[in-house]
């Protein structure tokens, strides 16, 4: 070299930079449950029966009866940024909220062994391919299979071995994966969910029958579905639309309770399609039922937003969103909930006094 040292810096080669940004996206099984879920619905599912085993790191898979790949597909559709639902940049901001565009499964493809067995209506038979780090290990070949697709994932993390050591617990990872499918099941109630567990744990299964109770007496069992309440609200102001159930509200009265209910509820937030976390609405909920002596074992949550103003890359997973005037439709959401409450107090002073 002209004088000096050498330079310490050398550029990763481009596998290593796709296999840590894939572990960045797909953190656990979960994560990548999510993702395929909603790959099956984009592809018009009405049966998803999703097999785990091992907490999902042995295998994973997703079935599903929607509309298919076509075989000229096949080949790229594991590659980076290939997506069949993004034509132009003007796209992306009408339906960014709906997740990473053609990452999902090239991210898993870097972590894990994947293969896929695909069928369109019109093909006359199915095909299947295997895949590592975004490209078909062999050509795609024939073979039989009903229409609609199946996304075999095996040995999640194998080649991140910190990941494995990590995720220590099969038990909670499963626990995980059944969180997200009882999720999209309760969001999706006309597309019938079956989640496979092999022993680890009943299966569980939604009638696919259209209604958001129904799903959730599949789910919960007819006690917490019975006397649910529906909520309902939209602001033009605000840009947004909620719908939403509070599964078996009760009212338990300072005296019953002895002081503040600290019961925590279960909080299925969706926006835009995507199940997403936010701690901050959950806890104003969980602080509403709280000073107005309610245990609410459930409360699900369908808020639409204009896609413009909500932003989801503020995290990797993308299960955090952020969006304008965040605290005033939080605030919204307060309100219909208390309203809601409220209107079951009166009912049951009603019946009380019947
Ligand atoms: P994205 O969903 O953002 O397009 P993915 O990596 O998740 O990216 O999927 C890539 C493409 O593979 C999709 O655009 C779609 O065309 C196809 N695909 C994936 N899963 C399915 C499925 N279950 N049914 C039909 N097509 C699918
Ligand atoms: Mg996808």
């Known amino acids: 070299t002209q004088g000096g040292e050498a330079g310490m810096i050398r550029k990763l080669p481009e596998l290593v930079i796709n296999q840590i940004a894939a572990g960045e996206v797909v953190q656990r099984p979960a994560n990548a449950v999510k993702e395929l879920i909603e790959n099956s619905l984009d592809a018009q599912a009405t049966q998803i029966t999703i097999s785990a085993r091992a907490g999902g790191l042995k295998l994973l898979q997703v079935q599903d009866n929607g509309k298919g790949i076509a075989r000229a597909d096949m080949n790229i559709v594991c590659e980076r940024h290939t997506t069949s639902k993004l034509r132009e940049l003007e796209d992306l901001q009408t339906i960014a909220s709906f997740g990473f565009r053609g990452e999902a499964l090239a991210s898993v493809s870097h972590v894990a062994h994947v293969s896929l067995t695909s069928r369109t209506a019109d093909a006359p038979c199915a095909y299947t391919c295997e895949y590592a780090d975004g490209k078909p290990k062999a050509p795609t070949r024939l073979c039989a299979g009903n229409a609609g697709t199946t996304v075999t994932v095996e040995d999640l993390f194998f080649n991140q071995p910190t990941r494995t050591t990590a995720l220590k617990s099969a038990t909670d990872e499963l626990n995980k994966i059944a969180d997200v499918v009882t999720r999209y099941a309760v969001h999706n109630p006309a597309v019938s969910f079956t989640l496979r567990r092999f022993g680890a744990g009943n299966d569980l299964r939604t009638p696919g029958s259209g209604t958001v109770p129904a799903a959730i007496t599949a789910l919960f069992g007819s006690t917490v579905a019975k006397d649910m309440v529906a909520l309902e609200t ?25 002081g503040r209910s600290n019961k925590k509820s279960m909080f299925m937030l969706f926006i835009n399609e995507r199940s997403v976390e936010c701690r901050q609405l959950k806890q104003a909920i969980d602080l509403l039922f709280s000073t107005q002596d309610v245990v609410c074992p459930l409360v699900y949550l369908d808020l639409k937003i204009d896609p413009r103003r909500v932003d989801v890359n503020c995290h990797p997973t993308k299960n955090h969103v952020q969006f304008l005037d965040q605290t005033a439709v939080f605030e919204r959401v307060q309100e219909v909930i208390e309203d809601a409450l409220t209107g079951c107090v009166q009912q049951s002073r009603c019946h009380a006094t019947l």
């Open 234 to 258: 939209k602001s033009v102001k605000l840009f947004f639309e909620l719908r939403g159930w509070l599964a078996r509200p009760l009212f338990l009265g300072p005296v019953a309770n002895g």
